[in-house]
């Protein structure tokens, strides 16, 4: 007889499956967590905002205290590499090949850092983000260095830049795009957020890759593809993630551009064994279509729901994608898929940071980006894209209209 309930991964998705499960009710011993990390699962977005500021401790961005495993029976096994899988006889190999058998398996590994493969990348004082190991030597480089360069324009290194930057580091932030965030934001954000970087002292270089670090053990400089050279105390690099499902690679579960495939119960194609948070290619009711989505949000809700169906619910995974970010004194939010999108409406002031952004599919709502808004329209955002709410985009890009006024349009 296996463990009844396996999670392999002791992040996001691994910290509210368990707390989903000690909810649902279960027995000492019936739910183990093996994971790679040094720590019990915490939050990850803090690592690069607050925590990293030092406005949060260690225990703040625990999703569950110490005591919560133990008073439970839920065995944590901390600093457990998984090497290798028998998916046909449940079981997980260890390091030192020792095995762990499952009856049901979570499978929630998350994801890998790319990492640059340039000269002097393994340099010293050359860091990725992605585990509060990570995020506390970055914060002891802070402490020393005057001049950092972080490399990527994605969400985080515009995190990082902004939360160094507020620590007093001098921090230049390299990346290869023409404009910030552009994946998401459109030109007039990027401009927006490009202005607001400069004026809090950030150095932005557009259009450039890091093509070598250089320095005696320690990285001193940052090699850019122009030849350009930036004089660097400590370097970030933050240029994106890949699901780690390495693990898999010859088993039999099904996968899709790197993600396990589930279905809209979190299922993959063989009994008992699910998945979870960014590994995830899950079918996504409300558009239709499987995605994998590498956000919080997502991971800590299909942790939830995928403990709820392995202790024998029955519900759909039905989530609107959702994203946040905090970057100096700003917040801001985001929902839904822009994929469709034929139209992009701008209500409130674009200059003074206080605006929407809305995307609309023949004026229906697709897609919302919120930031210093009234929370009525904040509270709308995900309300209408659920509805598929039609608007007259005229009266939305008119912020003395109210929401609710929008909503009642005939159009
Ligand atoms: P993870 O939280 O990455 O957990 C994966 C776990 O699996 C880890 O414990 C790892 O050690 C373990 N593992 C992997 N392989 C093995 C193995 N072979 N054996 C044993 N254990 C293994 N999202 C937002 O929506 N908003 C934000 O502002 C935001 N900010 C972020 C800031 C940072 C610095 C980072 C790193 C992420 C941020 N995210 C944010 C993304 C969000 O944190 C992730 O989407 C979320 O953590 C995914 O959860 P997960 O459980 O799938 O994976």
Redesign the pocket.
């Known amino acids: 007889m296996g463990i009844p309930y396996v999670i ?7 910290g509210y499956a368990a707390q989903e499960f000690v909810e649902q009710g279960i027995e000492p011993d019936d739910l183990c967590i ?4 040094e720590r019990l699962p915490y939050d ?2 803090p ?2 905002k607050s925590y990293m500021a030092g406005k949060k401790s260690r225990e703040d961005i625990l999703i569950n205290p110490e005591k919560f495993y133990a008073d439970n029976g839920v065995d944590v096994r901390l600093k ?3 090497r290798a899988v028998d998916l046909g006889s449940r079981r997980l190999y260890d390091e030192d090949g020792r095995d762990i058998e499952f009856d049901q398996l979570l499978i ?4 890998s850092v790319r990492t640059l493969d340039v000269p002097g990348g393994d340099l010293t004082g050359v860091h990725y ?2 585990s509060n190991a990570d995020a506390d030597g970055i914060v002891d480089d802070a402490k020393n260095g005057q001049r950092a360069v972080v490399v990527g324009g994605g ?2 290194g515009m ?1 990082v830049a902004a939360t160094l930057t507020g620590r007093g580091v001098e921090v230049t932030l390299v990346y290869d795009g023409k404009r910030l965030l552009e994946r998401l934001f459109t030109p007039e954000m990027s401009a927006f957020f490009e202005q607001y970087y400069t004026e809090r002292g950030v150095k932005l270089i557009a259009g450039q890759k890091a093509k070598a670090f250089e320095g005696d053990e320690r990285v001193e400089r940052v090699k850019l593809g122009s030849g350009q050279t930036l004089e660097a105390d400590f370097v970030v690099v933050g240029v994106g993630v890949t699901p ?1 499902t390495g ?1 898999f690679g010859g088993s039999e579960l099904h996968m899709q551009d790197g993600g396990i495939v589930v279905n809209k119960y979190l299922q993959t194609n063989l009994p008992g064994i699910y998945a ?4 995830a290619m899950y079918y996504d009711v409300l558009y239709q279509k499987h995605r994998r989505i ?4 997502n ?1 800590m809700q299909q ?1 939830k729901h995928a403990a709820q169906i392995m202790h024998g619910s029955h519900g759909e995974y039905m989530h609107l994608p959702y ?3 905090d970057i100096f004194d700003l917040s801001w939010e985001f929902w839904g898929d822009t994929d469709n999108a034929d139209e992009i409406v701008y209500r409130g002031d674009l200059d003074s940071g206080e605006f929407s952004v809305w995307w609309l599919n023949g004026w229906t709502i697709v897609a919302a980006f919120v930031m210093n808004r009234p929370d009525d329209e904040r509270d709308r955002a995900a309300e209408w894209i659920r509805m598929h709410q039609r608007v007259n985009p005229d009266l939305l890009a008119n912020a003395d209209v109210s929401p609710a006024k929008v909503t009642q349009l005939r159009v």
């Not at 590498?294 to 949000?297: A, C, G, K, L």
């Open positions: 392999l991964g002791g992040g996001v998705a691994a093996v994971t790679a990390d990850r977005p690592l690069s457990t590499r998984i929630a590994t998350g994801s983000l992605r969400y985080i995190e780690a693990l979870a948070g960014d590994v590498e956000h919080w949000d991971a942790g994203f946040f970010s």
